[in-house]
């Protein structure tokens, strides 16, 4: 069945309906384009999130990449980012396949229908005009009909009249002649009229219509095929990056499945592992036996036999603060003159360097020095450590680590010089071979350039092959002292703020362990104690650099000292790590304040 057809008379029916189809068409258009807005957008902003949460820093420089769930993370913004670009891919798709091309062959099929209605308008006013002449030709013949029937009339009636003249006759017989002839024309031109309008009626009606209904319902499929088609592209489009989604997904999973919690606690430990021995234990000290002296008492003795107590308190702070800057000036710790003090301190001699009585200057310092106990604060490297090139500001685990780096690095460095001086080597024996490729002595600086980098890479190796042994020996000596102690871990130590006496203990137990480790000689017994004294109470460490107070602080805590704002002072020891840094004023007072309130400049 066919429109031509069955829908003869319904040309207003079929203009409705081919309209609504193509207005079909440009709301499915204008639908896939907002789609591909909306996909659009959605990339941008899954883009714009993996962007904001991956890693800012190199990956090289990040110790977090090494970690599992960091590495897991990053492999799933990656495939997120794949993610985002498949759903760009869709949004072209559809741009292109779907809006541009079903826009375009909505504008031809408009043109079309255009075409086709009015054709069909054109013969439906030519048959409307046949019709118009026909009822024209139809109503003369009528109206002349009747004019000869009326002249018939006449003519008749003039005809019995008696008293009509012969004259009156004549002319109204002939009037009816004449309408009756004019009459018979009218009839002949309606019924010619007719049958041209029949004629062109049927033409209208079972043939020209027709085919202009057959083109339309051909038009209307064909848009109505097309835009099946349309419907089919939007989820060919989806169907053509599923694969590769389903890829994306197949990376999240793998994703997830990577993180090894063993592994990252093995990592943190390899990052972070210093390598240094636990804290032993501390040594009982007495100062009892300094209180129980009697009144006659006016000297400070060597103790007689007992020349190893101070040693061995010096080499039990030594091994507890591993991190202790050697040659540093110190002022004197109350563990260097109480302990385990033997009464024989007694019979020693009075001071020739003072008339003050030893007593007085042992509670002089008591009151000066006030102990601390230990923190992991002595275990962290400080901001203001200055790198060396042996790493030995790093803990001994980490300096292997970073020296065995270096040496592998160096050595790939050496092996591809060689490989360039071997290259050079050969091209230079082509040279000379054949004179037209090259001139041999214009290899000569590179060759000398490689040799030279050479020499240097072998003594930076040799340089590096010493250090990492030393590393290495200290590192197993470390574990062997870690693996004698005692296995269970020490109590933490508190965080209150430091104060100058634990920096001056910590940073003088690597010479109490090198005095300790001298053996104790006669001499050294029958000197008064005050001598060793004044070893320890060294000249006063000199500023490292200059700092001014930006906030006002107070000074309440032990071991701090108070600064008020805009204040110059003198920076004795740099932050190491737990926010304390220690300075002088201008008074002499010296002590801890923090470091976020100074400005620093170091000497």
Not at 296 to 303: A, E, Q, Y
Not at 498 to 509: E, L
Request: glycine share 6%; with cysteine; aromatic share 6%.
């Amino acid at each position: 069945m066919d429109w031509g057809t069955e829908l003869w008379d319904q040309f207003e029916v079929l203009e409705r309906h081919t309209q609504w189809g193509l207005d079909l068409l440009d709301k499915y258009v204008k639908f896939v384009k907002e789609r591909a807005e909306v996909e659009q957008a959605y990339a941008k902003q899954l883009r714009s999130l993996v962007k904001k949460y991956l890693p800012k820093r190199p990956t090289k420089d990040d110790p977090e990449v090494k970690f599992s769930q960091q590495q897991s993370f990053v492999q799933l913004l990656q495939e997120v980012n794949d993610f985002a670009g498949q759903r760009e891919l869709v949004a072209e798709s559809l741009g292109i396949r779907v809006c541009l091309e079903l826009a375009k062959y909505s504008q031809e099929m408009k043109q079309e229908r255009k075409m086709h209605f009015q054709e069909g308008r054109r013969a439906q006013q030519q048959l409307e005009n046949g019709f118009k002449q026909l009822e024209n030709s139809k109503r003369k013949f009528e109206r002349d009909c009747r004019e000869a029937e009326k002249a018939a009339h006449t003519a008749e009636r003039l005809d019995q009249d008696i008293n009509a003249t012969k004259a009156d006759v004549e002319k109204a017989k002939q009037q009816a002649h004449l309408r009756n002839h004019m009459a018979e024309e009218s009839k002949n031109e309606y019924a010619a009229q007719l049958q041209r309008f029949n004629r062109d009626q049927a033409h209208f009606y079972f043939s020209q219509m027709p085919q202009i209904f057959d083109k339309l319902q051909d038009m209307d499929e064909r848009r109505a095929t097309r835009l099946g088609a349309g419907y089919g592209l939007l989820s060919e489009a989806e169907l053509q990056v599923v694969p590769i989604i389903g890829k994306c997904l197949e990376g999240m999973k793998v994703a997830a499945e990577s993180v090894d919690a063993k592994n990252d606690s093995q990592v943190l430990i390899e990052l972070h592992k210093s390598g240094f021995a636990r804290p032993g234990d501390l040594e009982f000290e007495d100062f009892s036996q300094v209180i129980n002296r009697v009144p006659s008492d006016s000297s400070l003795g060597t103790p007689d036999g007992r020349p190893e107590l101070r040693a061995a308190s010096s080499r039990s702070r030594a091994k507890r603060w591993p991190f202790g800057k050697k040659n540093k000036p110190r002022p004197p710790s109350l563990s260097l003159l109480g302990g385990h003090l033997p009464s024989t301190l007694s019979d020693g001699p009075s001071s020739p360097r003072s008339g003050r009585d030893p007593l007085a200057i042992l509670s002089e310092i008591s009151k000066s020095v006030k102990p601390r106990l230990a923190s992991f604060r002595s275990f962290r490297g400080g901001r203001g450590t200055v790198a060396t090139e042996d790493f030995s500001h790093l803990p001994p685990e980490q300096q292997r680590k970073r020296l065995q780096q270096q040496l592998e690095e160096r050595n790939r460095e050496l092996q591809k010089e060689e490989d360039q001086r071997e290259a050079l080597k050969k091209m230079k024996d082509v040279y000379e071979k054949t004179p037209q490729m090259g001139d041999p002595a214009s290899l000569e600086p590179r060759i000398a350039e490689t040799l030279g980098n050479i020499e240097r890479l072998k003594l930076e190796v040799q340089k590096y092959e010493a250090w990492l042994a030393e590393a290495e020996s200290r590192v197993l000596s470390n574990r062997g002292d870690s693996l004698s102690r005692h296995a269970r871990p020490p109590d933490p130590p508190t965080t209150a703020p430091p104060d100058s006496s634990s920096s001056s203990t910590n940073s003088g137990s690597q010479d109490n362990k090198e005095s300790s480790e001298e053996p104790p000689s006669g001499e050294g017994q029958d000197t008064p104690i005050y001598t060793e004294f004044d070893e320890d109470f060294e000249e006063p460490a000199s500023p490292i650099g200059q700092c001014v107070a930006i906030y006002h602080f107070e000074g309440s805590s032990e071991g701090t000292v108070s600064m008020s704002e805009g204040e110059d002072l003198s920076l004795m020891e740099e932050d190491k790590g737990d926010g304390w840094t220690r300075v002088r004023r201008k008074q002499g007072a010296e002590g801890y304040v923090p470091t976020s309130y100074l400005r620093v400049t170091l000497n």
